[in-house]
């Protein structure tokens, strides 16, 4: 599952398909013993030109079990692919393959400890190049000064300094590696709020601009959020304030739009993961508040004997409450990365996936200040940028 273990899809990108194909048989490890000529299974007679081959192969592999796995670089050598002349199986020419694959060992070692260290799969993929080519050139190196292993005195160099480098690296253990069941992100984007009902009769839809923090633990999330927009009025007097005895208003909006702040927390549980996709259903408490500016008119007559209004005062009205909220979050995985440190600063490694997310969502509302009360719904949908850290154990 992607969004479940992404490390592990990263590595099996970089990994060597023939090495996973093959079967036990075709397979030895360097850790499965020295070499002998039966682990070359491509047999040539003497009279044939061709001298003795030995197939090898650097790998990382993940092999996962359950919600860990083990990322293991390994030195291979493939038998099935290992040639031998029959007329030339001399100890001194296996001993120049066991050089060779004691040479892979060691860029598997040296490989092996930079995973332990931490590097994302990104930089695993360069390394496993980088250790590959090294291994190449210093084999060719070797043939070029041992002449193909006949040299025995610069064979026995080359085991000195190579094994010299065995013993002080070790054997690197092969770390399984989980990720922690909880969860931790911010998400921030835009949205659309329309209102129904009476609601709608004062106030009109808006752009909202919000921004949240989320965690979690398994399949349940805790996320809380504040939004806000600048609606357009549909009432200027909301209040309903009554007119003077000549029918003009004594009372109307101020301020060019009102402030409209949301903020929410809420409670979910991923019902759906598959492959990119997840949704998560949340249910939760809703604080909604309208601010705007109301001014106090007074009415004359210029000379003319038309109505003059003027302004005596203005004053600051608001509406909130508090009521429920409904959500349905679906994330799209977009990428995910292995970090050295997480976003807390703290040593720990983390994957940290960026998603996209689509959030449809309904909210109740009722204020019971205006005359008549004003109560509906909001509908609104959300699309945010995710970002989600899980801690790795490693």
């Known amino acids: ?42 047999l040539l007679p003497p009279t044939s030109s061709e ?11 993940p092999q996962q079990s359950g919600a860990s796995a083990k990322l293991e670089a390994r030195a291979i050598m493939h038998r099935n692919a290992s040639v031998v002349n029959t007329g030339i199986k001399t100890p001194e020419r296996l001993r120049y393959h066991q050089l060779q694959f004691d040479l892979l060992e060691l860029m598997r070692r040296n490989l092996q400890e930079e995973i332990n260290s931490g590097i994302d799969g990104a930089t695993v993929e360069k390394r496993l190049k980088y250790y590959q080519d090294l291994y190449r050139q210093r084999a060719r190196q070797i043939a070029q000064e041992t002449k193909n ?33 909880g969860c931790y992100g911010v998400y921030a984007g835009v949205g659309y709020d329309r209102p129904t009902s009476s609601l709608y009769d004062n106030f009109g839809g808006s752009v909202m601009f919000h921004v949240g923090l989320t965690g979690g633990y398994k399949k349940f999330k805790l996320k809380t959020d504040v939004a806000f927009g600048q ?12 007119p003077d005895e000549d029918g003009r208003p004594l009372q109307g909006n101020n301020s060019s739009n009102p402030t409209h702040i949301m903020a929410s927390v809420q409670l979910g549980y991923t019902v759906l993961e598959y492959g990119r996709l997840s949704i998560t259903p949340n249910v939760g408490g809703f604080y909604n508040h309208y601010g705007w500016e109301v001014a106090n008119y007074s009415w004359s007559k210029d000379d003319e004997g038309h109505d003059v209004r003027s302004i005596t005062s203005v004053e600051h009205r608001k509406l909130h409450n508090f009521s429920f909220i409904a959500s ?39 204020f019971n200040k ?25």
């Open 1 to 42: 599952m992607i969004r479940k273990f992404q490390i592990i899809l990263i590595f099996t990108v970089i990994l060597a398909l023939p090495s996973l194909a093959a079967s036990n048989d075709d397979i030895k490890l360097w850790s499965d013993g020295p070499l002998t000529w039966s682990d070359f299974h491509q």
């Open 51 to 61: 001298p003795s081959k030995l197939e090898v192969e650097l790998s990382a592999t």
């Open 149 to 181: 292993g006949s040299l025995q005195a610069a064979v026995v160099s080359w085991e000195e300094n190579i094994d010299n480098q065995l013993r002080n690296i070790g054997t690197p253990r092969v770390p399984q590696v989980t990720t922690m069941q």
């Open 231 to 242: 609606p357009s009025y549909r009432n200027d007097n909301i209040f309903n304030i009554a």
């Open 328 to 366: 349905i979050d679906f994330d799209i995985n977009l990428n995910s990365r292995v970090t050295n440190t997480s976003i807390t600063g703290s040593s720990h490694r983390e994957r940290w996936s960026s998603s996209l997310r689509i959030t449809p969502w309904v909210a109740h509302s009722k």
């Open 370 to 394: 205006c005359d008549p009360s004003v109560s509906g719904m909001h509908l609104g949908i959300n699309v945010s940028y995710l970002g989600l850290a899980r801690l790795f154990r490693l």
